[in-house]
């Protein structure tokens, strides 16, 4: 299955724009929009991505806001079984899609009515089908989609922020799409966590607990470690949260001392007191309760009970006013003591560890299950691996372990991933260091390709902001998106646009063209910075302004010295001295000489090297 073109009328940012997704064919719209032309491609070379289960992989590359994203939220919005066709008014489209030999353009809704398909340059025919709208889709266009997978994946989170094509399904999840991104699971995680649909569970913590649980899931199978550039931890560790003055009310700092004095014995028992006693501090301040405390202020109470039986007292007295939280917690108190071996906690019982190759037991994932529920408003554990990770090491991690989580046998049979399958990765390169942006395309093709869907035929379409990624692509394979400054709107650049070859090209190259970045090679600040350094240089008069008064003599030669591009360090050392023979300044002057004084030396430095080495060779 493989999307080769889509043409959108009217969609958020975009108004009548044309993406050609494939790289094996060109596609051309006439203006009246009657007539798709269609020819090969002929640099197209099959068997490029070196999978053959890849059909194909394009990039959508262009400055923030030019509407990459949007593009990906349209097919995922669309397509998936043909169940949610777009309003008329608001999404027509023209869709070259082909499936097992068989190749249709579905059009809806278009000014003329309907649509003829030429083409030519040895291009194969294509069936052009309408697609009525305000009924369920027409079988064929249903039938098309039925059994094609779309996989979804971005890290950006906004939770506050929910788009009208989601709130129309009430965050069901739709059949056909399979949602990997931040996003869907902040909002889902907790039906995931705790099989329960009406579940009031707290959302953040749940989210945290589920990607603990991917994490550890992919960890856990063969070959993790020779997928991941950096060493893999070897256990999860669960802690208890430590109340210190400033995380308890007023009222609770005269008993915190002593409450925390209490800890005793080592291992597991130390390991019970602890999260014992973060329980009772933590439903203290979350329902402001402070009565519960009441047992530790009772004299030498500890020389007759551990902090975790007294706990469970207060627990049992509380009941049930603030929901199951109590009830909860002395549930997890009754598996941790029953269940967990002695060995799985540190001697100084200050965590409990879960070894990573051992997966997502079914003990852990009970303990999971009751923390995330006996959670009221603020949590009292935290989780961490046996070394830490960087934010890309976790992200990279991230971004596998979702993947993984929706392949056969990690997820019910009914939201399975089907073959096909179409995959959307929006910028998945965030927070990663340029070595790893270089490796991605490479990684991530293979992990999809043979790790995560082997069985299945893949297209990836995928957007990102690095040129290291773009250079992985042929030109053929990437669509260019500019936002045009005065309508606001996205304009797609043409198949036989100017743009500079892209397949491993010189990254500076891209950075100054592909990447729209042609007004200056460098950071805003920086511009800004040296572009008052030259206003100053060609002043005549010291300054008076705001503007430039932080620089002199000095400062600006500091400044000038410190620009990496030679040429434009070269062009305002030469301003430098223009302006000091102007102004016959003997501070400029001064810093000249001494300027022109070192290159000397290293000048003769650089010769007396050079007669030295030429000696030795005569010798």
Not at 102 to 129: C, M, Q, T
Not at 160 to 173: C, F, L, M, N, W
Not at 174 to 185: A, C, I, K, P
Not at 437 to 453: D, I, N, S, T, Y
Request: include cysteine.
């Amino acid at each position: 299955m493989q999307f080769h073109y889509l043409w959108i009328d009217e969609y958020r940012n975009f108004r009548r724009q044309a993406f050609n997704l494939s790289g094996c064919y060109r596609f051309a719209l006439s203006e009246d929009a009657t007539t798709l032309r269609v020819s090969r491609n002929e640099r197209f070379v099959k068997g490029f991505w070196q999978y053959p289960n890849l059909q194909s992989a394009t990039a959508i590359v262009g400055e923030n806001g030019s509407g990459k994203s949007n593009l990906l939220d349209f097919i995922r919005f669309t397509f998936p079984q043909g169940e949610r066709l777009p309003d008329p008014k608001e999404k027509r489209f023209i869709a070259a899609v082909e499936k097992e030999g068989e190749r249709i353009v579905f059009y809806n809704h278009l000014p003329s009515g309907s649509l003829k398909v030429a083409p030519s340059d040895g291009a194969p025919e294509w069936k052009a089908v309408r697609v009525e709208q305000g009924i369920r889709p027409s079988s064929e266009f249903g039938d098309f989609f039925d059994h094609v997978s779309f996989i979804f994946y971005s890290n950006e989170f906004s939770p506050g922020v929910r788009y009208a094509e989601e709130s129309a399904t009430d965050g069901e999840p739709v059949h056909g799409l399979h949602d990997v991104s931040t996003r869907y699971f902040s909002l889902h995680d907790a039906v995931g966590l705790t099989n329960d649909p009406s579940t009031t569970t707290n959302r953040i913590v749940s989210h945290g607990m589920m990607e603990v649980r991917r994490n550890l899931d992919f960890l856990s199978q063969d070959g993790a470690e020779a997928r991941m550039p950096f060493s893999l931890p070897s256990f999860l560790g669960i802690k208890p949260m430590r109340f210190t003055e400033d995380r308890v009310f007023e009222s609770e700092k005269e008993e915190l001392p002593k409450i925390q004095s209490v800890i005793q014995g080592d291992g597991k028992q130390a390991f019970l007191n602890r999260i014992a006693l973060a329980m009772l501090l933590n439903y203290a301040r979350d329902t402001r309760q402070n009565g519960i405390l009441r047992p530790f202020q009772e004299g030498s109470w500890h020389q007759r009970h551990q902090a975790v039986d007294l706990v469970r007292e207060a627990f049992q007295h509380a009941g049930s006013s603030y929901g199951p939280a109590p009830a909860l917690r002395c549930q997890l108190l009754d598996l941790i003591t029953a269940e967990i071996p002695d060995d799985d906690f540190d001697k100084t019982g200050e965590y409990l560890r879960f070894g990573t190759r051992s997966g997502v037991t079914d003990r852990l994932q009970r303990l999971l299950r009751l923390y995330t529920q006996s959670v009221m408003i603020t949590p009292y554990l935290e989780t961490f691996w046996s070394h830490r990770l960087s934010s890309g090491e976790q992200s990279l991690l991230t971004l596998y372990s979702r993947f993984w989580s929706i392949t056969e046998g990690r997820t019910p049979r009914n939201k399975c991933v089907r073959d096909p399958a179409i995959v959307l990765v929006d910028e998945g390169d965030i927070y990663f260091h340029p070595a790893w942006q270089r490796e991605l395309v490479g990684r991530l093709l293979e992990f999809l390709a043979k790790g995560a869907f082997p069985e299945f035929s893949l297209q990836v379409i995928l957007t990102s902001n690095s040129p290291f990624c773009l250079s992985d692509f042929p030109k053929s394979n990437v669509v260019f998106v500019r936002r045009d400054r005065t309508t606001h709107k996205s304009v797609v650049l043409p198949p036989d646009n100017n743009m500079r070859e892209t397949f491993a090209a010189n990254i500076h190259d891209l950075l100054g063209d592909s990447f729209f970045m042609e007004y200056s090679l460098m950071g805003a600040f920086a511009r800004e910075r040296v572009r008052e350094v030259i206003s100053w240089l060609q002043g005549d008069t010291p300054p008076t302004g705001n503007e430039t008064a932080w620089l002199d003599a000095e400062t600006a030669s500091i400044v000038i010295d410190d620009i990496g591009e030679p040429l434009l360090r070269q062009r305002l050392r030469e301003l430098y001295e223009a302006k000091a023979r102007r102004l016959q300044d003997p501070d400029l002057l001064d810093r000249v000489i001494q300027r022109r004084a070192h290159e000397l030396r290293v000048l003769e430095a650089h010769r007396q090297g050079l007669t030295k080495e030429n000696r030795t060779r005569h010798d």
